[in-house]
């Protein structure tokens, strides 16, 4: 008997039946679409008189609300020619040229089966050079057969699995690794390893003499929480945040650090102090409708004129880093919460931002300035403005408020919601919305420019818990970033520079001049182990300097002229982010 393209010119069929039994898949005839068949892959079939080929499938369908299927369908469609000649002749470059081609799932593994054993050094060459016009069911099964026939070439590959323009600076013993690194100058950066038995090292590697400079045991890092920078240098000293407070047994983001740690810049412990029950508070349910937080940690500090100001309480400690002492504590008005932010003013005075507002202290700690809003606004700018998850500025110096709405179709006017926190730039503020809008405002909250785009959503209440700042302000520059969606460049007039479409997550945004922007994108590529990150170096203009991949995150850091660190399994290496051969 013959296909239904020899009887008809068919090239498609289908028919149903009924589900009766959902544990049961019922079986169809083939014999009379197909007639006198071959069977050369899966779900494939070949007419032996017309040497037509057929794709025959059988699936569930009905109702999408159902649990079960309503019926089964059988369906059949006949292969063009140009399909038909990769079937009869599978080669690498006919598998490359159809990667977008309609195939069964398990088509282009089959042809790999073949072709291992027909074309075997085609296939080793093309795991070689990565092809990346093959789908990532391609790559994956590429990846297994090297790493089968040529264990000691796939042992070498993933050993060194990293950017051949890099050097390695040194190798912790077999089974230690890197957890993050922070410069501390120009030449000399800190890092945290992790060796076997749960030991953690704290030590300091200078780039100029290739040493280490000292190295010393430290409890374990705070890493079962929010995601705050856990070692990070402020003003002079080394700041450390150690072990957990645990916050909630269902979810791990309300734990906190349990102890900070102050070193000086030689490896010295200046302070340990323990943050248990005197540095958060929990924000009352009723207040979510103009903060929309759930909870304010407040474990944060400030350091200024070699001293540290931490929240105790409903009170300030203020810490000499000369000597290593409590220096005094300090009485907040209102039982106002410290929020660990503080700056000095030109005339000695200091300005205390609180989780609820703004307090002034003259030299002998007495009250000039106390602003206290009913809320936890999510921003305090230089201005002594005061901004709300849904979108309302408040002036402490006026009390006069300004409102952001949108009206619809409707006539309903409602107020916008903020997606990350508002940043300030010299001259003005940003002012992330959700749903793809954002606001450009001067010192007087005016609207200089509304984009069609807005930065990743961080502070809603879906995104409880992330921390990451995705808007980054440079001498001269704004870059706002948006998960999955896109990157944006605009300078503090509202000009747009430059725009960049995304598929992956962003990471990291910072700057380590102040003029140059370093995004860390999340990359997923099949050949290679999880973990990888894409680094890509902006210039001031929004030019690609530099767009490399790395092997993980894990350590990586940049200096102040652009020598990036980064760790795979045991080693530390570095790369110059402006060399010339770096743009992909």
Not at 128 to 136: A, D
């Amino acid at each position: 008997m013959s296909c239904l393209f020899c009887q008809k010119g068919s090239s498609s069929f289908s028919r149903s039946e009924p589900a009766i039994d959902e544990t049961r898949t019922p079986s169809f005839p083939i014999d009379d679409i197909v007639g006198n068949s071959l069977n050369p892959f899966r779900e494939i079939y070949e007419c032996k008189d017309c040497h037509s080929f057929w794709w025959i499938k059988t699936r569930g369908t009905g109702d999408p609300r159902s649990t079960y299927p309503e019926f089964y369908e059988q369906t059949a469609e006949r292969f063009d020619d140009q399909r038909s000649e990769l079937i009869q002749n599978p080669t690498v470059a006919g598998m490359i040229t159809h990667k977008d081609s309609s195939f069964p799932y398990s088509f282009f593994a089959e042809i790999l089966e073949i072709l291992s054993v027909k074309e075997k050094e085609s296939v080793k060459e093309l795991y070689l050079r990565k092809e990346p016009n093959v789908s990532n069911a391609v790559k994956r099964w590429l990846r297994d057969w090297f790493s089968n026939h040529y264990p000691s070439e796939f042992q070498e590959i993933q050993k060194k699995g990293i950017p051949v323009f890099s050097s390695e600076l040194f190798s912790f013993d077999e089974k230690e690794t890197a957890l993050v690194s922070e410069f501390i100058s120009i030449d000399q950066f800190v890092l945290i390893s992790n060796g076997e038995g749960d030991a953690w090292k704290l030590q300091t590697y200078d780039l100029k003499t290739k040493q280490i400079l000292w190295k010393k045991k430290i409890k374990r890092p705070f890493l079962e929480g929010l995601q705050i920078p856990i070692l990070f240098y402020q003003t002079g000293y080394l700041c450390l945040y150690q072990g957990f407070q645990k916050g909630s047994e269902y979810y791990s983001k309300l734990n906190r650090p349990e102890t900070l740690c102050i070193y000086d810049l030689k490896g010295n412990q200046i302070l340990s102090i323990s943050l248990k029950f005197q540095c958060y508070e929990i924000l009352s349910t009723e207040e979510r409708d103009v903060s929309e937080n759930r909870i304010v940690h407040n474990f944060c500090f400030s350091i200024l004129s070699d001293k540290l100001y931490i929240p105790y309480q409903s009170k300030i400690q203020v810490y000499d880093l000369k000597t290593g002492s409590l220096f005094k504590t300090i009485s907040l008005p209102g039982w106002e919460i410290f929020s660990g932010k503080a700056f000095e003013t030109e005339s000695e005075q200091l300005v205390f931002f609180t989780l609820k507002g703004i307090v002034g202290m003259n030299l002998i700690d007495e009250v000039i300035f106390h602003y206290s809003s009913h809320y936890h606004p999510v921003l305090i700018d230089s201005q002594f403005n005061l901004y709300y998850y849904y979108s309302i500025v408040e002036s402490a110096n006026t009390s006069e408020k300004i409102e952001f709405k949108q009206t619809h179709s409707s006539g309903i006017s409602l107020h916008r919601q903020l997606s990350s926190k508002p940043v300030e730039f010299p001259g003005g503020i940003y002012l992330p919305f959700s749903l793809d809008e954002s606001f450009l405002l001067d010192s007087s909250l005016q609207i200089i420019k509304e984009f069609p785009f807005t930065s990743t959503n961080t502070i809603g209440p879906h995104s409880f818990g992330i921390e990451k700042n995705p808007i980054l302000v440079t001498e001269d520059r704004i870059f706002i970033t948006n998960d999955y969606s896109g990157m944006y460049m605009i300078d503090f007039s509202g000009n747009f520079i430059f725009e960049k479409q995304i598929d992956s997550e962003v990471i990291s945004l910072f700057t380590f001049d102040g003029k140059h922007s370093v995004v860390i994108l999340s990359k997923h590529d099949d050949y290679s182990e999880d973990g990888q990150v894409e680094l890509i170096l902006f210039s001031p203009n929004g030019n690609r300097i530099t767009e490399i991949t790395l092997p993980s995150f894990a350590g990586l850091s940049v200096s102040f002229n652009g020598i990036a660190l980064f760790s795979k399994g045991n080693q530390i290496f570095s790369v110059d982010l402006f060399a010339t051969d770096l743009l992909g």
